[in-house]
């Protein structure tokens, strides 16, 4: 029998007390209000220059303030956008084990966040995420099993807010993925951008709610138009998007340049 | 609270929370990943203050920071689990943090303060914190063991019986080596001392099957245990209570080289005095332990560590047997010392372990009168190679060498163990040498699946017999937070080298002791719960076993299934806790009958749980509540008297036809914390076991011509136990 070993045990245990009780006492507060709405800022600003180590911090941050009040849909929502984020950056760089476990974290998150608080942005960030994991997973056959969830969440979204831009928005980027005869394509997708649109010209976010996605859906559109061959259209939209985010890296190094070559 | 109010008033922007004042210190570590490799993109912050950075790729970080007193650093990242470090008011020293992969859950449970997570292994890891903060567990490796699922502990000895195995069936690791495992011959009422002091460690992993094939020569469980690395800083630790005084000193010489000093002295005489004892002691158990390490990081990644321990107990209680009734008295003692070597060369990593141990033991009861001395030599080498990007190749080998001496007399029957009684007289020396090797492929074909298959071969001179040993283990984790796992192995393990003499193996050959395993799980992950239930089959054959009059058969065969339930997690009112459940119908030949009954720790539901809650101003409270079904025996039906040896000799019932009443007991701990000075802290503690003062019952025993028996009770009868320890840290730049 260790009875010493009793004696020093105690030691350790007030050392759980010491960390384990501010940790209680937070969990119980409120006014992660300013948290999270500077988090939505950031998040977005570090995305539109596509700066992986800002989304990192600001995704870093979020978990922190997460650490105390575990339970914030909000604040779960934000951290699941800073990782879906960083999910789409790491899959333009073809890094897709980093993208699937930032993926598979923001699925966890966002399953939690909508358990406390069935959002529309949460129920469409969701579809939005699981939509990613099938188009980074480099396997045609988890569309089958995952592109039913996918869309389920997006059904359950128009139900409680048929008039979130962000649910047509992501409505929209998995109709770009969706063949034809399965119910999607390039027409349908470009008419759930426009309403996309549409519903951003009425929408009226009170901070912290979610607000962000209006240049995407114009990016989104400038690349449905631009499948189209519909260019000058295109570039419009582009445009629109750089009024709006005017260092978006994407836009102008990629989707801009890429029209380019295809009017030559 | 700090925390609390910056999540209350919100930030302003996420790099300028507010105009702080200038930081009075900084938190300075390296986060690294298996193997030692820096890790970059992980989350390093103060959970007091939410002050944080995110590591590069030297895996370097430095947080400022204002606040004073004792910190707590979170470190997350993706893929990884999450681990949390105390940092001392006053410490400046590099805080080196390792994360383990927790991508894909393979292992069952895995304990890291307050949390389980997924190690590397199929097994569960408990810290040495859950150790010592189970009520009832004595600050006792094993005892803390027994709060898991899939140990049968049906009594209040310190042996590990896994999924309806003998306890001599699991293995304890020190730092890579194998530590011995005593017979049941040294202690008729069951095993009473425990492996080793859990302050010595850092990390403790337990398998209870489906292990790999690292480890060998064991058919049922593992637990391997990690001693301490480098100190953060120095320190001094003194304490006292009812029935100890320890000290033990952590001294950083440079940051490259530390040194540990451990040692206790206990004796229960005084606890006895003070609550009363159902059992005659003399003298109650007492004994020291003394330990030392050397730690050199001799490089970012190479780290050799000597770890040196000398341990001695003694007691004597009084025994009633049929035949017989006076003292059964023990010594033990054993020295031990472990060299580990550990680096990292881009995508390899090897280790190296040597050890060798001495242990000496008395036993003394009537005729009984056995001393036994064992040195044990051991050689351990292992080299992992990151092949892919999830794909890891392991391959190893071990040569062990194990001289026992037997030397005394044995009773030639059971029945019969007065003083003068016909003894077998035993002078047996035997020398065992094993060699293995082992290889390993740790395959992840993509993120939600893992499959680990393995081979290890074995040979013992003692059994002649070279034993080939394929294991293999899967894992898929769905997209809906539920991980299936399954595991396929064949086991083999040396039978105790005493099994190997003439005199009691009456010349058979013994062959290598064999199980096939067989295991399917599911485990569900929560925030802050998890569940997880694993069924399991394990066949036995080739078993070598002690009948009553200590002669030894071997040929046996048997069977284990059975099911276990762990749960942890939140519970109302701020309590934290976890509750194992355990069902297993374990059945094997028995070596009196020749028959295929019952097996000794045929322990149906075994059950235990825990429930903690901390207080403000430092006060915490832990209670443990344990329920397990009666061990089956097999009963005493009438004796007839030999006149020749003056003795009854009893006649056998059915075997293992009845069972003990069932074992159960309530504990209750409470400890109260106050930092005395910035350097200084202390602990006042009080406990009280078997609250409810149960009689569990650890055996019966029967009068002269066994026309009556009474119950043998177990150790402790309701106890309370005091103390206080004083902690002294120095700041060691």
Known sequence: ?264 | MLAACLVVMGAGTLTAQSPDPAPTRTVRGVVKGPGARPLDAANVFIIETLEGVVTHEDGHFAIPTTATGPLTIIVRRLGFSERRRLIADGDTSMVVVTLEASGVSLAPVAVEAGRYTASEERGATLTPLEVVTTPGTAADVNRALQSLPGIQAGDEGTALFVRGGDFTETRVFLNDAGLLTPVQLQTPAGTFTGTVDPFLLDGIFFSSGGFGARYGDALSGIASLRTQGRPARSSATASAGLAALSGAAALKVSPSVSFRFAGNRSNLDPMFRLNGTRRDYNPPPHGYDVSGSVILNYRPTGEIKLFGVSQTNALAFGVEEASYGGDFSVDVSGQAGVATWHDTFGAVAPTVTIAASHNESGSDFGAFRLANGSDHVQLFAQTEWQAALGAMIRVGGELDRLESDYQGSIPETGYDVKPGARTTVIVSSETGNRSAAFAEADWRPFTQARLVAGVRTDRSSLTDRRTVDPRFSAAWKTFSGLTLTAAWGVYHQVPDPLYFDDSLSAGNQLSPMRAKQRILGAQVDGESQMLRVEAYDKRYDDLAQRTRDYDVVSGATGHARGVDVFAKGRAPFGLTGRVSYSYVSSRRTDPDAGVVTRAPFDVTHTATMVAERSLLGGLRVSLAYRYATGRPFTPVTGSTYDAERQVYVPRYGAPMSERLPAFRRLDFSTSYYRQLTPGMQSVVFVSLMNMLDRTNVQKYTYNADYSRRSVVPSLFERSVYFGATITWLKENR
């Open chain 1, 1 to 264: 029998m260790k009875v010493s070993s009793m004696i020093t045990a105690f030691g350790v245990i007030v050392t759980g007390v010491v960390i384990a009780a501010p940790a209680r006492a937070q969990g119980q507060l409120t006014g992660t209000a300013k948290w999270a709405d500077s988090a939505s800022r950031e998040i977005e600003a570090a995305n539109a220059v596509g700066d992986l180590d800002r989304l990192t911090n600001a995704a870093a941050m979020i978990d922190r303030v997460l650490t105390v009040t575990p339970n914030d849909p909000l604040l779960l929502y934000y951290r699941s956008l800073a990782l879906y984020r960083t999910a789409s950056i790491y899959t333009g760089q073809k890094k897709r084990d980093e993208a699937k476990r930032a993926l598979e974290e923001a699925d966890l998150l966002l399953e939690q966040a909508i358990s406390k608080s069935p959002t529309a942005d949460a129920l469409a960030l969701r579809s939005g995420v699981i939509g990613l994991m099938i188009g980074s997973s480099g396997n045609p056959m988890s569309g089958m099993t995952l592109g039913p969830k996918a869309a389920g969440l997006l059904d359950r979204a128009k139900e409680i807010e048929p008039r979130n831009p962000r649910v047509w928005l992501v409505s929209g980027m998995s109709a770009m993925f969706t063949p034809k005869m399965f119910g999607g394509g390039t027409d349908k997708a470009e008419q759930e951008f426009r309403k996309a649109l549409t519903h951003f010209d009425t929408e009226q976010p009170v901070a912290p709610a979610p607000s962000w996605g209006r240049a995407d859906a114009y990016i989104w559109l400038g690349q449905a138009l631009h499948k189209h061959g519909k260019i000058d259209e295109a570039r419009a939209a582009y445009q629109k998007a750089l009024e709006l985010q005017p260092k978006n890296s994407w836009v102008q190094n990629v989707l801009l340049p890429s029209l380019d070559s295809s009017k030559k």
